[in-house]
């Protein structure tokens, strides 16, 4: 589950290089911290769900938001004062939506695989990516990730707890605001000051609903020591990744990239978890990244469009 909004797939290029630019030869570079920070999630995600029968879903999710708020506190150790009510509200509404992602999307892959469990959260941002664009071709892109579910479910989601599938996309309506309130976020804090913030908010609110779960199973050694596995794997290390790639990708190959979340996702839990997919639900994963990415294409070809100067006669 990616948790860097600000550059999802509703983000259009801010750094995009001109037509006719030739590759730099450090190229590779990002694109593979970008990949290499989707593996550490997914990774993360597949060695949470290992977790859950220690500690449960609430947890797991309060050691996991724990320990990255101590370690983004740390690195940023942003201020406290000089900020208005109006940018506490936004953080604020940044952390519990950080919050409610978390939770729910680790109650979903509690019930329900990791490989569906990821590309039905990604509806969220691919609805968002479509709504924003409001261009007819993305009609296409919607029956694609409509078909792509489908079939994921079997025709009806009887192969899937049809409460996984709700927490699931409960999951992705939650991303969707999480893109949202990010950028929002963003434009009101320094660098990750925000998101440091964010993150003690969230944990600060789950903590009681984990110790109230899992009681003293929080306390175990090695549960303390998966959990903050998890908080490294699946937020500190695929954050710095992503901004390192960046300063020198285009937001849109970023986002791209970022489609490939529930293929990653699907690897993840087949190699440590033995989650196989049948081909019906390959298929569907398939169909589901293939909307993501024309959505974001087509935005960022909406944007070109806007931005681009006519040529001369």
């Known amino acids: 589950m990616t948790t860097v909004p600000s550059t999802s797939s509703t ?8 037509v006719g630019t030739p590759r730099r030869l450090g190229s590779l570079g990002p694109v593979g911290l970008v990949l290499a920070g989707g593996v550490s999630v997914q990774f993360g995600g597949a060695l949470a769900v290992t977790l859950i029968p220690r500690a449960g879903a609430s947890g797991v999710v309060a050691l996991r938001l724990l320990a990255a708020a101590i370690v983004l506190l740390a690195v940023c150790r942003p201020r406290l004062r000089g900020h208005s009510r109006a940018d506490w509200g936004t953080v604020f509404a940044f952390g519990i939506t950080m919050g409610a992602m978390n939770g729910l999307f680790y109650e979903a892959v509690a019930r329900i695989p990791l490989g569906p469990a990821v590309t039905l959260e990604v509806l969220g941002p691919l609805t968002l990516s479509v709504l924003a664009s409001r261009r007819a071709i993305n009609a296409l892109w919607a029956g694609l990730a409509l078909l792509g579910v489908f079939l994921l479910g079997g025709g009806g989601f009887g192969d899937l707890d049809p409460t996984g599938v709700g927490f699931a996309l409960g999951a992705g309506a939650m991303w969707a605001l999480y893109i949202l309130f990010s950028a929002r976020t963003g434009r009101r804090f320094p660098q990750a000051d925000g998101l440091a913030l964010a993150m003690a908010i969230a944990a600060l609110l789950f903590l009681p609903i984990g110790i109230a779960s899992a009681g003293a199973r929080l306390l175990n050694p090695t549960t303390l020591a998966l959990g903050s596995a998890v ?11 992503e901004l390192l790639a960046l300063r020198r990708l285009p937001a849109s190959t970023f986002a791209i990239l970022m489609s490939l979340e529930p293929a990653l996702a699907a690897t993840s839990g087949f190699l440590i978890l033995g989650q196989s997919l ?12 293939a909307a993501s990415i024309g959505a974001v294409r087509t935005q960022v070809g909406r944007g070109k469009a806007r931005v681009e100067p006519a040529p001369e006669a």
């Open 231 to 241: 908080a490294l794997l699946s937020s500190v290390l695929p954050y710095t990744l």
């Open 11 to 18: 983000a259009t290029p801010t750094s995009a290089p001109p």
């Open 278 to 289: 049948s081909w019906p639900e390959a298929a569907a994963i398939a169909l589901v990244i």
